[in-house]
């Protein structure tokens, strides 16, 4: 009768850790998905400030233009 409960509790833990290994299969997908959530907002955020920084730079050449000024960026 021992082994006979022995054997179903093993069975029972190998049940368990088979959901357990599928949870933790689970949670890394999303981890990985939500990271590179995160890193394409950071390359857009890059991306805007970069296309921010030159607008300004071209609108402060031509402010020096319209003003006989000289702004060396270099």
Request: net charge negative.
């Amino acid at each position: 009768m021992d082994f006979a409960r022995i054997v179903q509790r093993i069975a029972g833990f190998e049940d368990t850790l088979r959901l357990l290994d599928h949870k933790i299969t689970e949670i890394r997908t999303l981890q990985k998905r939500n990271h590179e959530k995160v890193m394409e907002g950071f390359r857009c955020i890059e991306k805007a400030f970069k296309l921010n920084c030159r607008a300004q730079m071209t609108m402060s050449e031509q402010l020096d233009e319209a003003t006989g000024m000289i702004t060396d960026f270099d």
